[in-house]
């Protein structure tokens, strides 16, 4: 071979090293890259997780009870319901998310301000008339007021639009119904999907803007068994009777068990707050309550008594009614079901521990 050729065939070895060598580098740099992208992309899909997370944590939990919900940004729609004798058992009562009882009548009768999100009752009732008290409590947890009428002290004000609401007194044989078997006025009743669905024709917006108690993360009941009585009069008398072995405080009205019609279960409540109130009666068969400004106030949860007070803006309809320690710091509450207890300055809350 002549050394022309060698020379040729050697440069033409040394090009063929060099592309393989480029390839290879190439190739090698792809892998790189890819295991680079790789390794981002799970690093990525981890933090996804974690905010995803922390989003179902906060997000899927109702801001009335604190409890996972299918639909935690469901406006609530506060029904107006009996506190009466003839009208027990009610329906829908243990599923409420949240319970306001105060009295309708200075020294006399009770009536219930019943608060639906989470849960979509297929019966609610009875339905009875709403005061103006009632008003500015619906409206303090952005909630739609459903009423079978009411005083004309409320329906001034709720026929003149104040707040969103659901008149039974237009609406009967629609969205709301009478049962034959049972006594007027007692016999009123509606369900959740009826009250959305005229609520979704009217145009009221029906995504919650309530901001929500707080809650807290774990449970720390107090070991014993416990009983709460408030003194409302005759068989509007309530009491709660709390073990620590469930963490929850069993209702009864007038000396018998509360019961809910729709399940046969008895009310159970996780947290009572009882928020006193200045009262005077009016035209000799109303009331009026000082619901707005700030108050004494009793907290009972986990087994245990804590004094403190209550506060609503009286300068906004809208305002929060918050519920605070000795301290000033807001209360947390244990998820669950809460009754708010209206009482009278006059009337006693007596809580005994250790029977």
């Known amino acids: ?38 390794n981002k992309d799970a690093d990525d899909l981890v933090q996804d997780e974690i905010f995803a997370e922390s989003l179902t944590v906060e997000v899927d939990k109702s801001p009335l009870t604190g409890l996972a919900c299918e639909n935690p940004n469901q406006r609530p729609i506060a029904v107006t319901i009996s506190g009466d004798k003839e009208a027990r058992p009610l329906s829908g009562i243990s599923e409420a998310d949240l319970v306001i009882e105060m009295p309708a009548v200075t020294g006399s009768i009770t009536r219930y301000l019943a608060f639906f999100a989470c849960n979509k009752m297929e019966e609610i009732g009875s339905v009875r008339s709403a005061r103006h008290d009632h008003i500015p409590l619906a409206m303090g947890f952005g909630a739609i007021i459903a009423h079978w009428g009411g005083s004309h002290f409320a329906l001034d004000k709720l026929d003149a639009g104040i707040m969103d609401n659901i008149n039974a007194l237009y609406l009967e044989n629609s ?91 008895q009310v159970v409540a996780k947290n009572v707050l009882v928020m006193y ?28 008594e804590i004094k403190g007070k209550w506060s609503k803006d009286k300068n906004d309809l809208n305002s929060k009614l ?14 669950g079901q809460t009754w708010i207890q209206v009482v009278e300055l006059t009337q006693d809350v007596d809580w005994t521990f250790g029977f």
Not at 280 to 290: A, F, K, L
Not at 324 to 335: A, Q, S, T
Request: glycine residues 8%; hydrophobic residues 30%; negative net charge.
């Open 277 to 304: 109130a200045a009262s005077r009666q009016i035209e000799g068969q109303y009331n009026d309550m000082d619901i707005e400004g700030e108050g004494d106030a009793i907290i009972f949860q986990n087994g245990e």
């Open 175 to 265: 969205v709301f119904y009478r049962k034959l078997s049972i006594y007027a006025p007692h016999n009123g009743f509606t369900s959740f999907e009826r009250l959305e669905k005229y609520s979704s024709e009217k145009g009221y917006g029906l995504t919650n803007t309530f901001e929500g108690y707080k809650f807290w993360d774990e449970e720390n009941p107090n070991q014993g068994k416990g009983r709460i009585t408030i003194s409302y009069p005759g068989s509007f008398k309530v009491e709660y009777e709390y073990s620590s072995d469930t963490n929850e405080y069993l209702r009864f009205k007038g000396g018998t068990r509360e019961m809910d019609k729709n399940t046969s279960a």
């Open 1 to 38: 071979m002549d050394k022309n050729k060698k020379i040729k065939m050697f440069f033409v070895a040394v090009m063929i090293l060099f592309l393989a060598s480029l390839g290879l580098t190439s190739l090698m740099k792809n892998e790189t890259i890819v295991i680079e992208n790789q």
């Open 322 to 335: 918050f519920f605070y320690n000795e301290d000033g710091e807001e209360i947390k509450l244990v998820p």
